[in-house]
């Protein structure tokens, strides 16, 4: 069962947890690595400050490696008339919920672009590995974090971020196909969106780079960990797979649809947050279906909205309006601790595999 992920971590398993901001926790991470995987936590949403604590906890927690995860969108360009006019078209809702309307937009997540704090916990801390979305951070930081042992992850959805990847020196490539759950990664959103899915994003880069590629989106089973490794996959990342696990931080209403017939319907939106991101079709999903790209704020600034609708919602008993991110397979979501997840994904890719060994 070796390849080249599990090599360079002393994995068992080439079977990642993705790092879900918000869902993922320490205890999710640490069951996921005691089973022989690659578990993750999120600091994207996080303070330096936090992060640090939330690395210390999932240390204590488990003596393996585990994943830290940053966020490297582009710095906020302000739009005052954008921003303005956005608060404005959610006035109706705001009054709906009786909840006064935010006086404007707020960056609620720092971006790991010359974070020196975030990098400084980073090197502190020294996670077995520090994976990156939305992009890459400067040379410089990740040569620090390589001089620190660290091994590097980055989500690429096209061949052409993942050749970014490759000429940056980082060592594996996430290639996240249009069919994952969550934000895409997408490196500059503006632009357009090949949508390749994860069978024809892996193929691609694996035909032009030569850097091991984990597979991420629309996995949900053995079987399909199986296909992705038959297809020269290093390595498996499934996020919605988990999010129904005890361990995750995920809501009751949010654990709700993903068990009803609603988690079949899933859809793209920048509208709750200013990214594209898939998420179970719900009221915000139709609330923003006929806006146009170009009239949403820029992310972060649209997501400090978006939670607030959210919570004004909530106050009042709607749970349609709250970020239910889930990738296409979210309908075969399956409820169970996550290191019994981690053992039953094993069995179906064996039973699948045939016994085949992966090589990548």
Not at 10 to 26: D, R
Not at 112 to 121: D, G, S, W
Not at 136 to 151: D, H, N
Not at 278 to 304: D, K, M, W
Request: glycine content about 8%.
């Amino acid at each position: 069962m070796t390849t080249s992920l599990c090599n360079a971590l002393n994995l068992q398993y080439p079977i990642v947890q993705a790092p879900m901001a918000g869902v993922s926790t320490p205890q999710m991470a640490a069951a996921v690595t005691a089973a022989g995987g690659l578990g993750s936590i999120s600091v994207g949403a996080s303070t330096p400050a936090q992060a640090e604590k939330m690395i210390a906890e999932t240390r204590a927690l488990s003596a393996g490696p585990f994943n830290v995860n940053v966020f490297c969108h582009q710095p906020v360009v302000r739009n005052e008339a954008l921003e303005s006019a956005w608060i404005e078209r959610f006035n109706p809702l705001f009054q709906r919920y009786q909840v006064a309307l935010p006086s404007g937009l707020t960056e609620i997540y720092q971006t790991f672009h010359q974070n020196e704090p975030m990098l400084a916990v980073l090197e502190k801390m020294r996670p077995a590995v520090v994976s990156f979305h939305f992009g890459i951070p400067p040379a410089e930081a990740i040569g620090r974090l390589k001089q620190c042992g660290i091994v590097t992850l980055a989500t690429a959805t096209s061949i052409y971020e993942a050749q970014e990847i490759a000429d940056n020196g980082i060592d594996f490539i996430v290639a996240q196909g249009i069919e994952a759950g969550g934000h895409r990664g997408i490196f500059h959103p503006e632009e357009n969106d090949q949508q390749l899915s994860t069978f024809t994003l892996l193929q691609a880069i694996r035909k032009v780079i030569d850097l091991p590629v984990i597979a991420a989106g629309g996995v949900m089973d053995g079987a399909g960990i199986a296909a992705m490794l038959t297809l020269g996959a290093a390595g498996v990342q499934l996020g919605t797979a988990f999010v129904l696990c005890p361990e995750s931080a995920a809501n009751a209403a949010y654990r709700a649809a993903l068990k009803s017939e609603a988690a079949s319907r899933t859809m793209m939106t920048s509208a709750i947050s200013g990214r594209p991101a898939r998420c179970i079709a719900n009221a915000f999903c139709a609330h923003g279906e006929q806006i146009a790209r170009h009239e949403v704020p820029v992310y972060p600034l649209t997501y400090s909205l978006g939670k607030a609708v959210a919570a004004a919602a909530r106050a009042q008993g709607e749970y349609g309006y709250d970020a239910q991110w889930a990738g296409q397979g979210a309908h075969l979501a399956r409820e169970m601790p996550a290191a019994e997840l981690v053992r039953r994904l094993v069995a179906e890719w064996q039973q699948a595999a045939g016994g085949v060994t992966p090589v990548a």
